[in-house]
């Protein structure tokens, strides 16, 4: 490709471009990103580096038309070509990125952006079950690469995601993946006072001290946590900081962060800070890392908000709800910690008031979901059909972010459920990116809300009880599949969990023909009385867990 007159000076300003973006002042690297750019208009390592700039920012539509626009110019250009599958990604163009990294797949073998790229695709079209493979082929082009992390949890996503995986590999690949993570020789040992009764040092790693809906529930532990007792410390591995963030800061003891630094450096500081139990939080998840507990850094260890056991004896255990306890498929290496109320989540202040149950204008039942597409395994197609069959007449309405707005995405699925026997005017789409209220409001427009499996919603299942929708959910043999079955439990509907499909289609269609006579605002005032909306409890429930385990290790030092 043409430099574009790409000379000494241009690189300098580019180089300058770079730094002032990996400093996060985005002001002036986008001012010397445009320098650059004027300077060398037709410089790939230009264009494809503002093209992520541009993506990192939210800008992925104008990135889009740039690296289009450029990879026209010069279509053999790999680096523009994945520059342009990675933005047609960040815009929910699925579908087109899919075609680009299908080509740079077979052009590059054995490299692991394009697997990877293609499994997120994939993953991003509702098609959990196809995206395994490129996400194991992925992590084994990676060996010895500090991409293997991303590319483990990506995998083992996909895993959880995925409908008919055999159980005994989940665990196998878990325990796998501890492996490799922890190191060779971990320090042996701790010297912190052995005295059951006194305050106890809890460390808490997380990536999810910011605007998350893990935040929403590790807020109550940390706003609650009886101070006379325990003082808290805070691990952040946040390189956005927002007005969450601040308030998290706020409420620690202690603060620290560990963006920048290995599993080991991190694993240091918490032995010097001399943590008595530490708590890694979704170690499956985003920028979480199980990788600095497996230092043992700390006596007592604890996983939570996890979606499945971490696969180490570095923990004492993984911390779970009862319902989600009993499935039998997830083999832990730690022990399982039953909490009365694993799962708990603020009432929705800012949520809209419950509505009328909309059958009551519409003349039929509308089914829904706010589940990401990514949990749309193949039973999950099944399920929702057959809920559908069971009901003549009735909608199904899906909502998650923008995903829908592309024509090819819903397309697509409209293609799906017509291969189960759905008609594709059965199917609606609305839009939910326009913050917390409009978000809520999209439950006004269901009757009824269908689950995922085997990867249940949380987050999506409380959000539609406090909102006055019931929700039918299958119950399965593994944490993540007996999640919202949990959930249900806990506002006295465990009826609505079915154990297979006959029984979640006969759910959907009881709970169709009650429709309207619907009383959400009971089932609202149902949800805030329940256990899980008590933040105090919910954090002295934590604290029994932090003492008994606390004491059992001061016993063993005698």
Same mark, same amino acid.
């Given at each position: 490709?043409?430099?574009?007159?790409?000379?000494?000076?241009?690189?300098?300003?580019? #180089? *300058? =471009? &770079?730094?002032? %973006?990996?400093?996060?002042?985005?002001? $002036?690297?986008?001012? +010397?990103? @445009?320098? !650059?750019?004027?300077?060398?208009?037709?410089?790939?390592?230009?264009?494809?580096?503002?093209?992520?700039?541009?993506?990192?920012?939210?800008?992925?539509?104008?990135?889009?038309?740039?690296?289009?626009?450029?990879?026209?110019?010069?279509?053999?250009?790999?680096?523009?070509?994945?520059?342009?599958?990675?933005?047609?990604?960040?815009?929910?163009?699925?579908?087109?990125?899919?075609?680009?990294?299908?080509?740079? #797949? *077979? =052009? &590059?073998?054995? %490299?692991?952006?394009?697997?990877?790229? $293609?499994?997120?695709? +994939?993953? @991003?079209? !509702?098609?959990?079950?196809?995206?395994?493979?490129?996400?194991?082929?992925?992590?084994?082009?990676?060996?010895?690469?500090?991409?293997?992390?991303?590319?483990?949890?990506?995998?083992?996503?996909?895993?959880?995601?995925?409908?008919?995986?055999?159980?005994?590999?989940?665990?196998?690949?878990?325990?796998?993946?501890?492996?490799?993570?922890?190191?060779?020789?971990?320090?042996?040992?701790?010297?912190?006072?052995?005295?059951?009764?006194?305050?106890? %040092?809890?460390?808490?790693?997380?990536?999810?001290?910011?605007?998350?809906?893990?935040?929403?529930?590790?807020?109550?532990?940390?706003?609650?946590?009886?101070?006379?007792?325990?003082?808290?410390?805070?691990?952040?591995?946040?390189?956005?900081?927002?007005?969450?963030?601040?308030?998290?800061?706020?409420?620690?003891?202690?603060?620290?962060?560990?963006?920048?630094?290995?599993?080991?450096?991190?694993?240091?500081?918490?032995?010097?800070?001399?943590?008595?139990?530490?708590?890694?939080?979704?170690?499956?998840?985003?920028?979480?890392?199980?990788?600095?507990?497996?230092?043992?850094?700390?006596?007592?260890?604890?996983?939570?908000?996890?979606?499945?056991?971490?696969?180490?004896?570095?923990?004492?255990?993984?911390?779970?709800?009862?319902?989600?306890?009993?499935?039998?498929?997830?083999?832990?290496?730690?022990?399982?910690?039953?909490?009365?109320?694993?799962?708990?989540?603020?009432?929705?202040?800012?949520?809209?008031?419950?509505?009328?149950?909309?059958?009551?204008?519409?003349?039929?039942?509308?089914?829904?979901?706010?589940?990401?597409?990514?949990?749309?395994?193949?039973?999950?197609?099944?399920?929702?059909?057959?809920?559908?069959?069971?009901?003549?007449?009735?909608?199904?309405?899906?909502?998650?972010?923008?995903?829908?707005?592309?024509?090819?995405?819903?397309?697509?699925?409209?293609?799906?459920?017509?291969?189960?026997?759905?008609?594709?005017?059965?199917?609606?789409?609305?839009?939910?990116?326009?913050?917390?209220?409009?978000?809520?409001?999209?439950?006004?427009?269901?009757?009824?809300?269908?689950?995922?499996?085997?990867?249940?919603?949380?987050?999506?299942?409380?959000?539609?009880?406090?909102?006055?929708?019931?929700?039918?959910?299958?119950?399965?043999?593994?944490?993540?599949?007996?999640?919202?079955?949990?959930?249900?439990?806990?506002?006295?509907?465990?009826?609505?969990?079915?154990?297979?499909?006959?029984?979640?289609?006969?759910?959907?269609?009881?709970?169709?023909?009650?429709?309207?006579?619907?009383?959400?605002?009971?089932?609202?005032?149902?949800?805030?009385?329940?256990?899980?909306?008590?933040?105090?409890?919910?954090?002295?429930?934590?604290?029994?867990?932090?003492?008994?385990?606390?004491?059992?290790?001061?016993?063993?030092?005698?």
């Amino acid at each position: 490709m043409n430099s574009g007159g790409f000379d000494e000076g241009s690189q300098t300003v580019f #180089a *300058a =471009a &770079m730094r002032a %973006r990996d400093s996060g002042d985005r002001a $002036l690297a986008a001012a +010397l990103f @445009g320098r !650059a750019l004027a300077s060398a208009p037709d410089d790939p390592n230009v264009i494809y580096n503002y093209g992520l700039f541009l993506i990192s920012g939210g800008e992925a539509d104008l990135a889009c038309r740039i690296l289009n626009e450029a990879y026209a110019r010069s279509p053999g250009d790999a680096m523009l070509a994945s520059g342009l599958g990675i933005a047609l990604r960040s815009s929910g163009r699925y579908a087109l990125a899919e075609q680009i990294w299908r080509t740079l #797949a *077979a =052009a &590059m073998p054995g %490299r692991p952006q394009p697997l990877y790229e $293609l499994g997120q695709c +994939l993953a @991003g079209q !509702a098609k959990p079950e196809e995206s395994v493979e490129p996400f194991r082929a992925a992590l084994a082009a990676a060996q010895g690469t500090e991409q293997r992390d991303l590319l483990w949890k990506a995998y083992l996503l996909a895993l959880a995601y995925a409908d008919g995986i055999d159980p005994q590999l989940v665990r196998d690949e878990n325990r796998r993946r501890a492996t490799e993570l922890a190191p060779a020789d971990p320090v042996a040992g701790h010297d912190n006072d052995p005295d059951p009764s006194r305050r106890l %040092r809890i460390g808490y790693v997380s990536s999810d001290f910011r605007f998350h809906s893990v935040a929403r529930t590790m807020e109550a532990l940390f706003s609650r946590h009886d101070r006379s007792r325990y003082e808290i410390f805070a691990y952040a591995h946040n390189a956005i900081v927002d007005e969450v963030t601040e308030k998290f800061r706020s409420m620690a003891d202690s603060w620290f962060s560990t963006v920048g630094l290995d599993d080991a450096a991190v694993a240091r500081r918490i032995r010097a800070d001399r943590i008595d139990v530490l708590v890694t939080s979704a170690a499956h998840f985003d920028e979480n890392r199980l990788g600095i507990a497996l230092h043992r850094p700390a006596p007592v260890q604890i996983s939570i908000y996890d979606s499945a056991p971490t696969g180490s004896d570095a923990f004492d255990g993984l911390i779970v709800d009862p319902a989600m306890a009993g499935g039998g498929d997830d083999h832990p290496s730690e022990r399982l910690l039953r909490l009365r109320s694993m799962y708990f989540h603020p009432p929705l202040a800012l949520a809209p008031p419950v509505s009328q149950p909309p059958v009551l204008t519409n003349g039929y039942v509308t089914f829904g979901s706010a589940n990401h597409p990514s949990k749309f395994s193949r039973r999950t197609f099944t399920l929702w059909a057959s809920a559908l069959r069971a009901v003549p007449g009735s909608r199904l309405r899906l909502k998650s972010g923008t995903r829908y707005d592309e024509p090819s995405m819903r397309d697509a699925l409209r293609a799906r459920f017509a291969e189960l026997g759905i008609e594709r005017d059965r199917l609606h789409f609305d839009r939910g990116d326009l913050g917390l209220a409009a978000h809520l409001s999209f439950y006004g427009r269901i009757d009824i809300a269908l689950d995922t499996t085997p990867f249940n919603g949380a987050t999506t299942t409380f959000e539609s009880l406090w909102m006055g929708v019931p929700v039918v959910a299958l119950r399965g043999r593994t944490i993540m599949s007996r999640w919202a079955s949990a959930v249900l439990a806990r506002v006295g509907r465990p009826d609505w969990a079915a154990d297979d499909e006959a029984q979640f289609a006969r759910l959907a269609a009881e709970l169709a023909a009650s429709a309207p006579s619907q009383d959400r605002a009971k089932l609202r005032a149902c949800v805030g009385s329940s256990t899980m909306c008590d933040a105090g409890r919910h954090a002295r429930d934590y604290e029994r867990i932090y003492r008994a385990l606390w004491r059992r290790w001061c016993r063993r030092q005698r």
